[in-house]
């Protein structure tokens, strides 16, 4: 069973076989105040995931204390970066994942990627997506695309 919490409500009642994604509000989301900061700390490293929703370079200093504060990189099995679709540029927050050196996946929604490629522009160079995702990805991620194995 796969969960994935807004993060405001309590995942303490959870049926512990249940996988969590827990989202993690930013402040440029108007959510912040909301997250229910418990819920970090009851994350376990063999299932659990937190995603953060990242706009701007504010929301990624706020992602940068939150994993720092609440050891989350040993705490989840995955941090995943979501970008806020259209909002901010993809090369640019690649790159601050990377000089970061955060063990972080970006995750980007499918319903975004209708057309199959995504051009990223900015601070690296002009990459489609598939340059974009293997440049960030952990090498032990093989990626799909309408049913073909891409690598």
Same mark, same amino acid.
């Given at each position: 069973?796969?969960?994935? =919490?807004?993060?405001?409500? /309590?995942?303490e009642? %959870?049926?512990? +076989?249940?996988?969590? &994604? #827990?989202?993690?509000?930013?402040?440029?989301?108007?959510?912040?105040?909301?997250?229910?900061?418990?819920?970090?700390?009851?994350l376990?490293?063999?299932?659990?995931?937190?995603?953060?929703?990242?706009?701007?370079?504010?929301?990624?200093?706020? =992602?940068?204390?939150?994993? /720092?504060?609440?050891d %989350?990189?040993? +705490?989840?099995?995955? &941090? #995943?970066?979501?970008?806020?679709?259209?909002?901010?540029?993809?090369?640019?927050?690649?790159?601050?994942?990377?000089?970061?050196?955060?063990?972080?996946?970006?995750?980007?929604?499918?319903?975004?990627?209708?057309?199959?490629?995504?051009?990223? =522009?900015?601070?690296?160079?002009?990459?489609?997506?598939?340059?974009?995702?293997?440049?960030?990805?952990?090498?032990?991620?093989?990626?799909?695309?309408?049913?073909?194995?891409?690598?």
């Open positions: 069973m796969l969960i994935e =919490t807004g993060g405001y409500i /309590s995942t009642d %959870l049926d512990q +076989r249940a996988k969590v &994604i #827990l989202d993690v509000k930013c402040p440029a989301s108007g959510e912040a105040e909301r997250n229910h900061w418990p819920n970090l700390t009851r376990r490293p063999d299932r659990d995931e937190v995603k953060f929703v990242i706009v701007d370079r504010a929301d990624w200093d706020f =992602t940068r204390r939150v994993v /720092s504060e609440y %989350l990189e040993t +705490r989840v099995r995955s &941090i #995943l970066i979501s970008p806020a679709w259209e909002q901010i540029d993809l090369a640019e927050l690649a790159n601050w994942i990377v000089e970061s050196g955060m063990n972080a996946r970006i995750a980007i929604a499918n319903a975004q990627v209708y057309l199959g490629t995504l051009t990223c =522009t900015g601070v690296a160079q002009d990459i489609d997506l598939w340059t974009f995702l293997k440049r960030i990805s952990p090498k032990r991620h093989t990626f799909y695309w309408n049913g073909q194995r891409r690598w």
